[in-house]
Every structure is written in C-alpha cells, then in structure tokens.
C-alpha cells in the first residue's frame, strides 16, 4: 500500500467523456481538495467536504466565505511558513555556517531566532491583511532579547518573540531580516552579487542568466597588500566584458545592503573601509540607502507581480509559463482595487481558471 500512487500522491482523474487537450472545470470535491491543500498543506475537514458534496463550493459566496474560514484557522500557519520559507529561500538558512572566526555571535540558537522572526512576521502580514508592498515597508519585526541585541535595539527581555516596532529604517520589512541578509551570504563576507540575483530573482521576478564557465574567482584581500574594498575589487571584476552586463543589474543592489554584514548585523566599515553606500542602477536611479532602494523597488508593479507569481506557482504546483500571463495581470488588476491585500490576493489566485479548470493530457504527454 505504500507505494500505491494513490496513497502517495493527490489524483485528478479526468472524466471519461473528455478529449485530449480539452479544458474542464474540476468538481466541487476536487476543489475542496485543492484548496485545502494550498490554505491548510491537508485534507479537507467535514465542513469544507460537506458544502462541495453538496454542490454549492463553485458558489463565489460559498467559495469566498470558506477561503476566509480556511486562511483564519490555525492550520494557514502551514502554507504561510511552507510558501514564504521556498519564496524567500530561508529555509536554506539552516544549513549555513557562517565562519566562527569572523561571525562568533552566530550559533545555533541565533539561526533558530532569525527564522522565527521571519516567520512570525509574514503570518502577521497575512493574518493581518496587509498590502503586499508592507512586507518591504513595515515599521514593525518580531525579537526576543537575543535577536534584538542583534539588532541594538534596546528594551526586549526575554527568550519569547513579541511585536517591537523598528525605529531604524534601514531595517523596515524584510531587506532588514537577518535570516535574509545572512542567507544572501558566503560564509566568510557579503555577496553583493547574491543578493542583487536573490533581489531580482525573488522580488522583482527577473533573474539574470547562469554566470558563463571559466569565469575567475574574485580576488580577495590576503593581507599580502593594501587591502582595498569589496566594491573596488568587483569594480575589477566587472571590467570583464563578458561579465559586465549581468553584473551592471546584480551588483548595486546587493551594494545597497552592505551596510548589513554576512549575519544581518549593521556596519559602517568593512575590514577597516568606510562602507560606500551610494550606487547606480543601470537606468541611472541613484540609491544611497536601505529606504531609499525600498523606494525603487515599489515604483512599479514589478513585486507585486512577482508575489502573485510565486503564489499562483505553489497554489497550483507547476511554473507559470507565458500563457498564465493573462491571468496574472488580471489578478493584479483586481487586487489593486482592494488596496493589494493578501485575502484579495488569495481570493483571486482560487477565482482564478489556473486554479478552477483542467487540461486533459494530450496523449503521448
């Protein structure tokens, strides 16, 4: 039984009437299936299977009322945690050691901290029903006494997490998260290249392509010459005309973050060189800041999109190729409306066809 594919995987089966490559809307007690996995990672619980056996889940009332059920009950938890750790890729967080010798603070209970915050507070985004720009913009984190010491921020006793407003605002949202900032790292220093492609890639929604092969290592200080800074020797770097172009989009934004150090903790100086922390995009934007790059990033409708992207891709389990493209600029048209809060998001990401109908296999698929 245990290798039964029916026990190890969700089945869809098609009706018997259905043609390949036709598109039908699933059943009540498919949808049922489908949402409960998205909002709960479970089974459906008797008052959801009971409404679809009773036909009436397609009803958008019905279906709307028990979406917000569903994304009160404890059991959201789940995707909240499972969705954000795979988007923001914290969960590579636990497998990371940072060098002892540079980072000695870092431990294991200090890692288990900074994924705690995280965590805590994209549930309370959600929870909450907050914007979706505010997962950049929030004036507000969650830290226990260590994580706050981490921070210098004063006045948090205690190993339990509480909601503590962030007066410094190179730390609002989370481009100020420490589990962030130190999985964009190397173990021994920043990565301005890794987190500019962890910016492009995760909230603006265009990765640069693979670096070419044979590409030289960058050249570290080695105590053997006057040390010079990160920025001027990937400034040496760049001059390689076949790295040049992707560098030109990766490396100032992950310049605009490196007042933070491998760990997230803040810094004015690196190996004893004061931190430079203006930089310009290619388009020839000025960023001086932390706020400031937050500013840049929600000028348009880049993050947005790329969030309703990653949502739509886990709530259906597939990519989203060029033909959701419409449905996505649909959601995100309909959202704006309600101010671009999660439960609209949600709501439209279930409404959605992606969500609602089926393709029947093509044969030799």
């Given at each position: 039984m245990l290798s039964f594919p029916a026990f190890l995987f969700r089945i869809e089966r098609d009706p018997a009437e259905a043609r390949p490559g036709e598109v039908y809307r699933i059943s009540d007690i498919e949808l049922a299936s489908r949402l409960s996995f998205f909002l709960w990672r479970s089974i459906p619980d008797d008052e959801l299977l009971s409404v679809a056996g009773q036909g009436r889940l397609q009803e958008p009332a019905v279906l709307e009322q028990q979406v917000r059920r569903m994304l009160a009950d404890p059991r959201a938890r789940r995707w909240m945690n499972d969705f954000m750790s795979?988007?923001?890729?914290?969960?590579?967080?636990?497998?990371?050691?940072?060098?002892?010798?540079?980072?000695?603070?870092?431990?294991?209970?200090?890692?288990?901290?900074?994924?705690?915050?995280?965590?805590?507070?994209?549930?309370s985004q959600v929870r909450d029903d907050r914007p979706l720009q505010d997962l950049l913009l929030a004036e507000y984190t969650y830290l226990n006494d260590r994580l706050a010491a981490h921070y210098d921020v004063p006045g948090v006793y205690g190993s339990h997490f509480r909601r503590a407003a962030v007066t410094n605002p190179a730390r609002h949202g989370l481009l100020g998260h420490a589990g962030l900032l130190t999985v964009t790292s190397y173990a021994h220093r920043t990565s301005p290249v890794v987190r500019g492609q962890w910016v492009l890639e995760t909230l603006l929604g265009a990765p640069p392509p693979p670096p070419p092969p044979n590409v030289p290592p960058l050249q570290e200080n080695d105590g053997t010459s006057e040390p010079t800074s990160l920025r001027e020797r990937m400034a040496a770097h760049r001059s390689n005309p076949v790295c040049a172009s992707c560098h030109r989009r990766m490396d100032p934004m992950g310049f605009a973050l490196e007042n933070f150090d491998g760990i997230g903790k803040w810094r004015d100086e690196d190996d004893g060189i004061p931190i430079e922390t203006v930089t310009l995009?290619?388009?020839?934007?000025?960023?001086?800041?932390?706020?400031?790059?937050?500013?840049?990033?929600?000028?348009?409708?880049?993050?947005?999109?790329?969030?309703?992207?990653?949502?739509?891709?886990?709530?259906?389990?597939?990519?989203?190729?060029?033909?959701?493209?419409?449905?996505?600029?649909?959601?995100?048209?309909?959202?704006?409306?309600?101010?671009y809060r999660?439960?609209?998001?949600?709501?439209?990401?279930?409404?959605?066809?992606?969500f609602r109908m089926r393709r029947v296999v093509e044969d030799g698929q």
């Open positions: 795979q988007w923001l890729r914290l969960r590579n967080l636990r497998a990371l050691e940072p060098d002892p010798d540079i980072f000695p603070e870092f431990d294991h209970t200090l890692r288990a901290d900074m994924a705690t915050e995280t965590e805590l507070f994209f549930e995009l290619p388009d020839g934007t000025e960023i001086d800041s932390p706020q400031r790059f937050r500013e840049v990033l929600l000028a348009g409708d880049e993050f947005v999109i790329t969030v309703t992207e990653k949502l739509l891709t886990y709530a259906i389990g597939r990519g989203v190729d060029y033909h959701d493209a419409p449905t996505v600029r649909q959601i995100v048209r309909d959202i704006a409306g309600d101010g999660w439960s609209s998001l949600v709501l439209g990401i279930v409404n959605s066809e992606p």
